[in-house]
């Protein structure tokens, strides 16, 4: 390892293990390009930080999607963060499989992202399981148990959606009461929604 005396990796010079520690946490630490309040190990597409040789370190990160734009920015940043801290030679790997999960964000990512007033994604427990299903439908969702076409959703001209057990729900109010504007928001791993209660757009982080 090629330290500069004082920074963590430097200083972590007991065991390998301690510095790789160390590595994947200044790795992990970089913000994400398009939603900088979270961190990529946070977001859940650091997928390893290993040391090579003295001096070498390989980092593999997992894009949300394969052909992310900004997977490219990602890399570049751990690369800097990294030489920063006096790694001489760094390789950062795209690696597919296992595909990367909504899953994977940690609960403090999602908290983060609702804070940031971008509703996260649903988790795997909170889905019904299986594959994951593509609405053609009704894209308004709250949970009281209303399906599409009965009278009151027909005369408002808004259909609810048939499964409700599992509504997106609002950021900024928390109400289950959304619908979907747009499949594409800022990103393509983000939908754009409104709140039919405070009125509120808002993005919501897709399941995958």
């Known amino acids: 390892m090629t330290g500069t005396g004082t920074d963590a990796v430097a200083a972590a010079d007991t065991t390998s293990g301690e510095r790789v520690a160390v590595l994947r946490e200044l790795a992990g630490g970089v913000p994400d390009p398009e939603l900088p309040v979270v961190s990529l190990a ?8 290993r040391e090579t040789g003295e001096g070498r370190v390989e980092v593999e990160l997992t894009p949300t999607y394969t052909g992310c734009p900004a997977l490219e920015t990602m890399a570049a940043d751990v690369e ?4 920063k801290h006096g790694v001489a030679d760094v ?3 795209t690696v597919l499989s296992p ?14 992202l609702a ?3 971008v509703a996260p994604p ?7 399981g299986g594959p994951v299903r593509v609405g053609l439908g009704p894209t308004r969702t709250r949970t009281r148990g209303r399906e599409t ?20 729900r609002c950021p900024h109010c928390g109400s289950d009461d959304t619908t979907l504007l747009s499949r594409f928001s800022s990103t393509a791993c983000k939908a754009l929604r409104r709140c039919e209660t405070c009125r509120e757009p808002f993005d919501h982080f897709k399941e995958l």
């Open 80 to 83: 800097r963060v990294l030489h």
């Open 91 to 93: 390789t950062v790997r």
């Open 149 to 168: 076409g009965t009278p009151d959703d027909t005369a408002a001209g808004t259909p609810y959606a048939r499964d409700v057990r599992d509504p997106v």
């Open 115 to 117: 804070e940031f007033g």
């Open 42 to 49: 946070e977001l859940g597409v650091l997928r390893s930080v």
């Open 122 to 128: 649903r988790t795997g427990a909170d889905r019904a």
């Open 99 to 112: 595909p990367w999960s909504t899953d994977d964000i940690t609960d403090e990512g999602r908290r983060k």
